[in-house]
């Protein structure tokens, strides 16, 4: 089995989509990049961002796709075919309306659900083997749901988010340390709102 990791944070490309929510995949692996001293460059035969490093006696590379969020899986399937990497090894990034804001979760083999970006991969992986750690945006309440996740945080909410990013970053070396499941058991807690406990 090949010893290299595909880490993808999902997003949207250019400047007008910085800061959104549907952008927090490319903010968790820009801000594992920054840790591990490494900067993206451009493949457009890869159709991304691509940073290659090391961690934990593995090989790493981390992958922002410019394809636009629905079309992610293009770029993810080129990425993992030129570096030979399975899909179980393969950890996406993402955003979760269906999460609390706050909250994360690690899920393996697990469906698409109603997010775009995750069906495209799993249409051009042709598989669910792959790894996805979601992250809780908040409740679209009444807003259209295309129209909330293109929205920034507030500052209170960014607070929060800010605080996950960390743990996002914990869970992913936790997995590439110690396994899928020390992973999961990290970042599956439940944040109880009123006494700022886990469970």
């Known amino acids: 089995m090949s010893d290299s990791f595909l880490i993808v944070g999902l997003g949207n490309p250019g400047l007008s989509y910085e800061g959104t929510r549907h952008n927090i995949g490319f903010d968790l692996v820009d801000l594992l990049a920054k840790k591990l001293n490494v900067s993206f460059r451009e493949k457009n035969k890869l159709e991304g961002y691509v940073a290659h490093t090391s961690f934990a006696g593995k090989q790493l590379v981390l992958l922002k796709p410019t394809t636009y969020m629905n079309l992610s899986g293009s770029s993810v ?13 393969i950890l996406v990034l993402v ?29 051009y992986l042709n598989s669910k083997d792959y790894l996805r750690l979601r992250i809780g945006i908040g409740d679209s309440k009444q807003m259209k749901l295309d129209e909330f996740v293109l929205k920034p945080f507030s500052p209170e909410e960014k607070d929060i988010i ?20 020390e992973a999961m058991n990290f970042a599956n807690k439940r944040v109880k709102k009123n006494l700022g406990e886990v469970k």
């Open 77 to 89: 399937k080129k990425c993992a075919r030129y570096y030979r990497i399975p899909s179980s090894q």
């Open 95 to 123: 955003d979760d309306v269906d999460l609390p804001l706050g909250e994360m979760r690690i899920k393996e083999k697990s469906g698409a659900g109603t997010h775009n970006g995750l069906k495209s991969v799993e249409y």
């Open 162 to 181: 800010d605080d996950v990013l960390v743990k996002g970053l914990k869970a992913i070396e936790i997995w590439l340390n110690q396994g899928i499941i």
